[in-house]
Structures are given as C-alpha cells and as structure tokens.
C-alpha cells in the first residue's frame, strides 16, 4: 500500500470512429494523497478525454488505472458506479443538477445512494459543506432559482458529500465570470489547505494553475 490515490500506467486512446488516430498516447499519471494538480494543454490535447479515462466513466482504453490502489481496468459496471459513487467526487463546467429537488436534496443524493448513514446525519452532513461554502441559506431553494456561480458551489458541495479520495474537475469555472471564477478557485484553494483534500482540475487558465502545487502539461495526447 502507497499514498497513490490515483494512478494511471501506460494508457493509450483512439476513438472506435478514427481507429489508428492516437488520441492519448502512453499517459503516465499519479496522484499522492493531498495533493492539489491541474491539468493544462491547448484545446483538443486530450484533457477531458484522459479525465473521463481517470474518473472510471470511460473503460475504452489500453493501459491500466488504479483508484485508492485498486485496479479499475477490467472491473464490471457496477463496482465502477460505486466506487465512483463513493471515492470520486465531480465537478464539471455545467453543474449537471437536478432541477426537481432542493438544493439541499441535491447535496444529499450521492449519500442517499450509498445508503451508509442515516438520513439526518446526511442531512446535516449537507448542511455543513453548504455552510462552508457560504451558501446555507440556499438549502431550500431549487437550482433554476441560483445564479451560475451558487450553482457551481452547490455542485462542489455535492461532489465533498461522500468524503471522496479525490475530486475531479473539468473546467469548473468555464461558465462563469471572474469575481465567481475566483471564488471558485479560493474553494479548492480552501479545500486543499483545510482539508487536505486531494484534487485533479482540468484548466485553460494559467493564473489558476499557477495557484495548484503541481501542473501536468499536455501536449497532442502526451504529458510533456
Ligand atoms: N467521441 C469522439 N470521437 C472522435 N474523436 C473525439 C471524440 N471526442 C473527442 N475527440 C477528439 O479527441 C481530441 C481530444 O479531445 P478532448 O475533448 O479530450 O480535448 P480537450 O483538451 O479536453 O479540449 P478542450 O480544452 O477544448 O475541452 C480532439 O481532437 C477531439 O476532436
């Protein structure tokens, strides 16, 4: 056993459409404990492909990934759902929630689908992310009543529910102005210090990665 919470060895990508196309080629990734990286590179280097391939959602590659020492490569659909569920939290630049429950249900929902605590305990554990983020007093509203900004807190509220080993990003901020661009970033600033959570975040923009501890930099499908 290691600090490696992520690993990725060797992986290579093309798309069935465009097969002999390499889209990533020989991807070597690790991610320690704690650690707080992004993800750079000009658009079409492959960025959000290698994050779908490292968040489990996309098993159509050669190589191998390990999440929290485990070997994903191979493992059936449903043991990757949950360790998704339970290990991986996302973030991405459209918040993906769920218009007919309350901000706070939406918070709730990955806890309610591993069904470990009981409910008020999820409930308060909703709560206090909510409150940590600065947005509590969105709890009862519904996500087309928040600007895009809430949103996005709410959505990163969602992804900590479950304590996951890492966080995901894929360009979190891509939707959103500045002032609520910085506010994001000063979360994961936050959730890296105070924390010590791990995080991976896919960005185009350099003042950001520049405030993460490591930067990967892709280049035409390789890590350069
Ligand atoms: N389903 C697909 N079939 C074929 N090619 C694809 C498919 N999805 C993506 N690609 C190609 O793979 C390459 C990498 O795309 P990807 O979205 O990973 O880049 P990216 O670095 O995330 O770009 P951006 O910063 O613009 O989001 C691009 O050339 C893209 O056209």
């Known amino acids: 056993m290691n600090d490696i919470i992520l690993?990725?060895?060797?992986?290579?990508?093309?798309?069935?459409?465009?097969?002999?196309?390499p889209i990533l080629s020989d991807i070597n990734v690790d991610i320690q404990k704690g650690e707080y990286v992004s993800l750079m590179g000009r658009s079409g280097c492959g960025k959000s492909t290698l994050l779908y391939i490292l968040s489990t959602m996309d098993t159509d590659y050669k190589g191998e990934l390990y999440i929290d020492?485990?070997?994903?490569?191979?493992?059936?659909?449903?043991?990757?759902?949950?360790v998704r569920n339970e290990k991986i939290g996302f973030v991405f630049q459209f918040h993906y929630l769920l218009n007919e429950f309350t901000v706070l249900k939406n918070v709730m929902l990955p806890a309610l689908k591993m069904a470990r605590l009981p409910l008020l305990d999820i409930e308060t554990k909703a709560m206090e992310w909510l409150n940590m983020l600065g947005i509590h007093q969105?709890?009862?509203?519904?996500?087309n009543q928040l600007s895009g900004g809430e949103k996005q807190r709410v959505a990163?509220?969602?992804?900590?529910i479950n304590s996951p080993c890492i966080i995901l990003a894929d360009e979190p901020t891509g939707n959103l102005d500045k002032k609520n661009s910085?506010?994001?970033?000063?979360i994961f600033q936050q959730?890296?210090?105070n924390f010590g959570q791990t995080l991976l975040i896919v960005t185009h923009d350099p003042g950001f990665a520049n405030r993460t501890k490591r930067i990967i930099q892709m280049e035409d499908g390789r890590i350069v």
């Open 7 to 21: 690993q990725a060895v060797h992986i290579d990508k093309s798309f069935r459409e465009q097969p002999g196309i």
């Open 69 to 82: 020492n485990e070997l994903m490569t191979g493992q059936k659909s449903n043991h990757l759902a949950e």
């Open 138 to 143: 969105l709890a009862p509203k519904y996500p």
């Open 156 to 160: 990163i509220a969602r992804a900590l």
């Open 182 to 186: 910085d506010l994001i970033f000063d």
């Open 191 to 193: 959730l890296s210090d």
